[in-house]
């Protein structure tokens, strides 16, 4: 059975890759992969005759930004600017829903300040009523926990920072 690290460094060459669909069978068991590409047909909605002009305008936009990264510094609203400098981030390798621990019920499997080895399940990502257990991929000391039980979380989503031994 495939490691889940290997698993991401597959979905990341395939990412990578003009790859549309990818099967891997070994030993019983079976890894599927399929881009969502979407080839569409654009037709203008007027004819070109017709089509209107476009005017340019020279005023300055206001635009303010939500989060400023810098000299290795995250800082972001409502929360403590944490320096990134010397930590691994651990990634979501799949689009889904991120849970803190196994059951409602029972405590989350790491937290702040909880010590974790390469093979430590830090939450789980739940895709297609499959639970897949995310290992921190790192041997340190968790120093933030980036979402929310229950959250959606995408594909490269941070979802912890972990200080190195």
Same mark, same amino acid.
């Given at each position: ?5 290997e698993i991401?460094? *597959?979905?990341? *060459? ?6 549309? !669909? ?13 881009k969502?590409?979407v080839?569409q047909? #654009?037709?203008?909605? *007027?004819?070109?005759?017709?089509? &209107?002009t476009?005017?340019?305008v020279?005023?300055p936009?206001?635009? !303010? &930004? %939500? ?5 290795? +510094? ?22 889904g829903?991120?849970?803190e ?7 989350a499997y790491? +937290? ?5 080895? /390469? ?19 790192? !041997?340190? /000391?968790? %120093? ?6 229950? /959250?959606? %979380?995408?594909?490269g989503?941070?979802?912890?920072l #972990?200080?190195?031994?």
């Amino acid at each position: 059975m495939l490691k889940i690290q290997e698993i991401r460094e *597959l979905i990341k *060459l395939i990412d990578q890759s003009d790859i549309e !669909e990818f099967v891997f069978e070994h030993e019983g068991s079976k890894v599927e992969m399929k881009k969502n590409i979407v080839k569409q047909q #654009v037709q203008p909605l *007027l004819p070109v005759a017709q089509a &209107p002009t476009i005017q340019t305008v020279s005023q300055p936009l206001n635009i !303010e &930004p %939500v989060a400023t990264v810098t000299s290795g +510094q995250v800082e972001a609203q409502g929360q403590s600017t944490v320096d990134t400098s010397n930590l691994h981030t651990v990634s979501s390798p799949m689009v889904g829903t991120y849970y803190e621990s196994s059951t409602p019920d029972t405590p989350a499997y790491v +937290q702040v300040g909880s010590g974790v080895k /390469e093979d430590t399940v830090v939450c789980i990502v739940e895709a297609m009523k499959l639970f897949n257990e995310i290992e921190a991929e790192v !041997e340190g /000391e968790i %120093v933030e926990v980036l979402v929310k039980n229950g /959250e959606l %979380v995408e594909y490269g989503q941070p979802l912890f920072l #972990v200080k190195p031994r």
